[in-house]
């Protein structure tokens, strides 16, 4: 209510003062309610569409482990004989588009596997499943509960997206490791074997991946396919690790 002693002036002023406040109050908390939300892309070379549908324009594919921003848009392609949702996302470098929600999770961020290990159907030790996901294996991680983290993503071994709890101590969330193992992986499924040598050797070569926790595993396969005694030194008596095969 306004004041009495306010003349009318001045009551015209303190209503627009009021009116300008509340649009902003709405403004702000409209775009609280769009917040961007960091996601994963947990499939490689997903496919970014101009709109939601698979006939629409082709920009580009989304790597396995991205990080792209959810733009608080969804969409149905029902012109197909299985409806098929879409999300809204924008890439690293302002790129936007479409992709299959199934392909992206949201709220998560995105680890890769440095060992094998055991993964559970709910955050309890009674609940291990038969299952395990592998060394190098990228996934995005949804949460934390009580010394565990949720993580979804497909197994080297498996053939379709899976969700799971595990301890964390299982998992790097460095750039640098998520990157090595896509690349590793990549190489190593390469049937030539010169071409497989070439490509774990620009891994080896590249200063940005020399932190990385996988690198004695690319230059132990390097060593498998091409003996040199300039590896010879490289490991001490007794080294290992456990490599893909």
Same mark, same amino acid.
């Given at each position: 209510?306004?004041?009495?002693?306010?003349?009318?002036? +001045?009551?015209?002023?303190?209503?627009?003062? *009021?009116?300008?406040?509340?649009?902003?109050?709405?403004?702000?908390?409209?775009?609280?309610?769009?917040?961007?939300?960091?996601?994963?892309?947990?499939?490689?070379?997903?496919?970014?569409?101009?709109?939601?549908?698979?006939? $629409?324009?082709?920009?580009?594919?989304?790597?396995?482990?991205?990080?792209?921003?959810?733009?608080?848009?969804?969409?149905?392609?029902?012109?197909?004989?299985?409806?098929?949702?879409?999300?809204?996302?924008?890439?690293?470098?302002?790129?936007?588009?479409?992709?299959?929600?199934?392909?992206?999770?949201?709220?998560?961020?995105?680890?890769?596997?440095?060992?094998?290990?055991?993964?559970?159907?709910?955050?309890?030790?009674?609940?291990?499943?038969?299952?395990?996901?592998?060394?190098?294996?990228?996934?995005?991680?949804?949460?934390?509960?009580?010394?565990?983290?949720?993580?979804?993503?497909?197994?080297?071994?498996?053939?379709?997206?899976?969700?799971?709890?595990? +301890?964390?101590?299982?998992?790097?969330?460095?750039?640098?490791?998520?990157?090595?193992?896509?690349?590793?992986?990549? $190489?190593?499924?390469?049937?030539?074997? $010169?071409?497989?040598?070439? $490509?774990?050797?620009?891994?080896?070569?590249?200063?940005?991946?020399?932190?990385?926790?996988?690198?004695?595993?690319?230059?132990?396969?390097?060593?498998? *396919?091409?003996?040199?005694?300039?590896?010879?030194?490289?490991?001490?008596?007794?080294?290992?690790?456990?490599?893909?095969?």
């Amino acid at each position: 209510m306004f004041n009495q002693s306010l003349t009318p002036m +001045k009551k015209i002023l303190y209503s627009s003062m *009021l009116i300008l406040m509340s649009v902003c109050l709405f403004s702000c908390g409209s775009e609280s309610g769009k917040t961007n939300l960091g996601a994963v892309c947990i499939w490689d070379r997903v496919s970014l569409y101009d709109a939601p549908s698979d006939k $629409a324009k082709w920009l580009t594919a989304v790597s396995l482990g991205e990080k792209v921003t959810f733009l608080n848009e969804t969409a149905i392609d029902s012109a197909v004989s299985k409806p098929v949702e879409y999300l809204k996302i924008k890439l690293l470098d302002g790129k936007t588009g479409w992709v299959r929600t199934d392909f992206v999770v949201l709220d998560a961020r995105p680890a890769v596997f440095i060992n094998d290990a055991n993964y559970y159907n709910r955050p309890d030790l009674m609940t291990k499943s038969n299952n395990t996901f592998s060394l190098m294996d990228i996934v995005a991680v949804k949460g934390d509960q009580d010394g565990w983290v949720e993580i979804k993503g497909k197994r080297s071994k498996g053939s379709w997206i899976e969700t799971g709890w595990i +301890k964390p101590e299982n998992l790097s969330f460095e750039e640098v490791d998520l990157a090595v193992a896509k690349f590793t992986i990549a $190489a190593l499924a390469l049937k030539d074997e $010169a071409k497989k040598l070439e $490509a774990l050797n620009e891994i080896a070569a590249n200063p940005d991946f020399s932190s990385s926790v996988f690198m004695q595993l690319v230059q132990e396969k390097i060593y498998e *396919l091409q003996p040199d005694e300039e590896y010879e030194d490289y490991y001490d008596e007794g080294d290992s690790i456990e490599v893909v095969e």
